[in-house]
């Protein structure tokens, strides 16, 4: 298949990637799928390939349960399985100015995450707004260890809503030159 050939395939991945926000609690995601989901994260591009990251699966109830106490909306106890996206700032190469770029080298990784559980039928969403402190003691992370972000995955529900998305156009967004 050429590379003109691909690019619909992925701008169509790209476009049905949503984030989801009810997720068919009774359906719960079989550990092949996760790490083949894993999988695309551990190969994606990081500063200097220095990969500094690890990911840790949370299927229990009780892990789930501190997932749900550290984050305040309530949709969030429909996901069946999570992945808390975890940096480490040591292994992570920084800019000659001092720029660690840990939480770039995540966010690739976790954005290959969250197409790949979109190629398999999967839900994800990124959630970084939760109580960090209590993330790491609840799952043991130390530094130099930080959760980055949690990312609830599994099958949307039957009801679930997907929100329209308002995108800038590309002349608010591409300059060619100079800003």
Not at 93 to 116: M, N, P, Y
Not at 150 to 159: K, L, W
């Amino acid at each position: 298949m050429s590379d003109l050939q691909l690019y619909p395939t992925l701008m169509s991945l790209m476009s049905e990637r949503y984030s989801c926000r009810n997720y068919d609690a009774t359906r719960p995601v079989d550990h092949d799928l996760l790490r083949a989901v894993l999988d695309a994260a551990r190969i994606a591009p990081s500063a200097c390939n220095r990969q500094p990251w690890q990911f840790l699966v949370i299927d229990s109830a009780e892990g789930k349960e501190a997932i749900a106490a550290a984050y305040s909306r309530e949709w969030i106890r429909t996901a069946p399985t999570f992945i808390i996206a975890i940096g480490n700032h040591d292994e992570a190469w920084h800019r000659a100015d001092g720029k660690d770029h840990t939480d770039v080298d995540l966010s690739i990784a976790v954005e290959h995450i969250c197409l790949a559980a979109t190629a398999l039928g999967l839900g994800t969403c990124w959630v970084c707004n939760f109580d960090a402190p209590a993330i790491r003691s609840a799952f043991g992370i130390a530094d130099p260890l930080e959760p980055i972000a949690i990312i609830p995955i599994g099958y949307p529900a039957a009801d679930a809503v997907v929100p329209v998305k308002n995108r800038k156009t590309a002349q608010d967004t591409i300059k060619w030159g100079k800003l």
